[in-house]
Structures are given as structure tokens and as C-alpha cells.
């Protein structure tokens, strides 16, 4: 199965400013690259994905930019907020196979 | 509620019991999985179904775990002989056909002492 890396695992950052999540990928004929975000005590829920045939997709705050010959994608949050603390996952597609994850902590 | 759903919720067993979960997905997903999560962990993949043929299982699910899928639908993940390395919050989710969305349930979390 596809297997993603994803750094760093933990990321502290004060409130206004931008985090960034990157994710690197092995299989290169993957066409589809996803991102969770993690509440505590709740389900992954799907954030925002990317496919193949675009470098980048924005929704409000929230980014991904793929880099297909470096076989990395990464996450981009703008302007964070205290609710957007939570444990943030890239995954690997179809096998859906996620990464470690990032505690991003959005400090007030 | 018309998501995924997992049942028990919770769930302690003594070690060496043996345990049964079941996992019912949205209505007309073909593809299911499984999902052990500890805390502070990223969900670690056990396996995935489509239809009813289980496509791909991890090298790191031993042979007391296992998994079914027969009339494609709802799903049941088995672990016997119960160790207490077990004890972790199992997760399911299924995606549409030719979607690429993965929808989750709330999770059995399980308890073994």
C-alpha cells in the first residue's frame, strides 16, 4: 500500500498566524491526496483534498499544494484560530492508509 | 442517523476472550475499513473490503485478527485470545464508488484487562 510520512508531528503556533503540514508520498502514480482533521474525542472528518491535475486548492483558510516530482503535499491554514486545534492527517489513496499525524495547538 | 455505525461502543473483555465488532457503512458504499487507534496515534490501517473481497490486509494484523464482509454490506472485525496491546479504539469508515471521501464511524473502543 501506499505509504505517507508526514511532518512535523507536533506544531505549536500563536493565534493569527499560519501552520503548515507536509506530507510525503512513495508511490508515484498516486493520483489523490487527502487531508483529516481529528477533534479530540471525536471521528476523522476529510478537510480538503487534491488531485493530481492541479497544484493547488484553496476553501477559506485552508490549502493543499502538491508537488508531484518531489512527491510531497502540503497543508496550509491562514489565519488560525483556537478551534482549529486538533490532530491533522494526510493519507494515502486507495488504500487510505494515514500518516502519523500533527497535533497542531493554536495558542490564544 | 444514516452515517457509519460501529457496535458496541465500548467494550471490556478479559484477556483471552475473544471479541466481535461490527461495522455497518452508509448505504450503497462499496469500500470499507478498518482502522486501530491508540491515543495520540494516527488511525493505523488493518484492512479494506470492497464489495465483499477483502483486498488488502496489513502485515501487521496477526492472525488472531480478522475480518468479514459477505454480502458486501454491514462488516465484522474478530480479535481472539484478547492481549491487553489490544486495548485501542477501533475505527471504520466506508467511500461511495467513485468517490473518494472516507466517512467514519464512532468507533468501538476496547478495552482489555
Known amino acids: 500500500g501506499e505509504n505517507v510520512e508526514q511532518h512535523p508531528s507536533t506544531l505549536s503556533v500563536q493565534e493569527g498566524d499560519s501552520a503548515v503540514i507536509k506530507c510525503t508520498y512513495s508511490?508515484?502514480?498516486?493520483?489523490?491526496f487527502p487531508w483529516y482533521k481529528q477533534e479530540l474525542g471525536k471521528r476523522p472528518q476529510l478537510i480538503i483534498d487534491i488531485r493530481s491535475n492541479v497544484g493547488e486548492k484553496k476553501d477559506q483558510r485552508i490549502a493543499v499544494t502538491l508537488n508531484k516530482t518531489a512527491k510531497h503535499f502540503s497543508l496550509h491554514i491562514t489565519e488560525t484560530q483556537p478551534e482549529d486545534s486538533a490532530v491533522y492527517f494526510c493519507?494515502?489513496?486507495?488504500?487510505?492508509?494515514f500518516g502519523a499525524g500533527t497535533r497542531l495547538t493554536v495558542k490564544p | 442517523d444514516t452515517g457509519v455505525s460501529q457496535d458496541p461502543r465500548h467494550k471490556i473483555t478479559k484477556r483471552g476472550q475473544n471479541v466481535t465488532f461490527r461495522c455497518d457503512p452508509i448505504?450503497?458504499?462499496?469500500?470499507l475499513y478498518w482502522y486501530r487507534q491508540t491515543l495520540g496515534q494516527g488511525p493505523e490501517f488493518l484492512t479494506y473490503f470492497q464489495n465483499e473481497a477483502q483486498l488488502e490486509k496489513s502485515r501487521l494484523l496477526s492472525d488472531r485478527f480478522s475480518a468479514e464482509r459477505p454480502k458486501g454490506s454491514f462488516s465484522t472485525l474478530e480479535i481472539q485470545r484478547t492481549e491487553q496491546g489490544d486495548s485501542a479504539m477501533y475505527l471504520c469508515a466506508s467511500i461511495r464508488q467513485g468517490n473518494t471521501e472516507a466517512f467514519f464511524g464512532q468507533g468501538t473502543r476496547l478495552t482489555v484487562v
Open positions: 508511490d508515484s502514480a498516486s493520483n489523490y
Open positions: 448505504s450503497e458504499h462499496n469500500r
Open positions: 493519507a494515502g489513496h486507495p488504500d487510505m492508509r
